[in-house]
């Protein structure tokens, strides 16, 4: 089985940075992409920011130029640093990884239990 936990998140003002970390633990052989993602009340959760396994990263538009996700292969660890905040930024934020691979099981999608950031004015 594989597990992702995630640590961060919290309060703090608008324009401030907080940091998102989250660890995938488990006998992991490979994992396809690690990425951000955020629900809002009464929304769907999106995509904040992935990277998979090359390297590739991907932004949602809003963030470009504030956040940046970084990714330790090697200890199956992704963070986000959060900078310049805004309101809108607030959500809970949840740890996704896709296409984990333990021994000869493959996971399509594994996600964390999500923490909360909130971005006050």
């Known amino acids: 089985q594989v597990q992702l936990v995630e640590s961060g998140g919290g309060l703090v003002q608008a324009g401030g940075s907080l940091r998102l970390s989250c660890a995938a633990s488990g006998s992991i052989y490979n994992i396809n992409a690690m990425g951000w993602y955020r629900q809002g009340p009464g929304t769907q959760r999106v995509l904040v920011a992935r990277v998979d396994d090359g390297g590739s990263t991907r932004y949602a538009d809003s963030v470009k130029g504030r956040f940046t996700i970084s990714r330790d292969i090697g200890e199956n660890r992704v963070s986000l640093q959060m900078d310049s905040l805004k309101p809108e930024d607030t959500g809970v934020y949840y740890c996704?990884?896709?296409?984990?691979?333990?021994?000869?099981?493959?996971?399509?999608?594994?996600w964390g239990q999500g923490t909360l950031v909130t971005v006050s004015s």
């Open positions: 996704g990884a896709k296409g984990v691979v333990i021994g000869r099981e493959r996971y399509p999608e594994v």
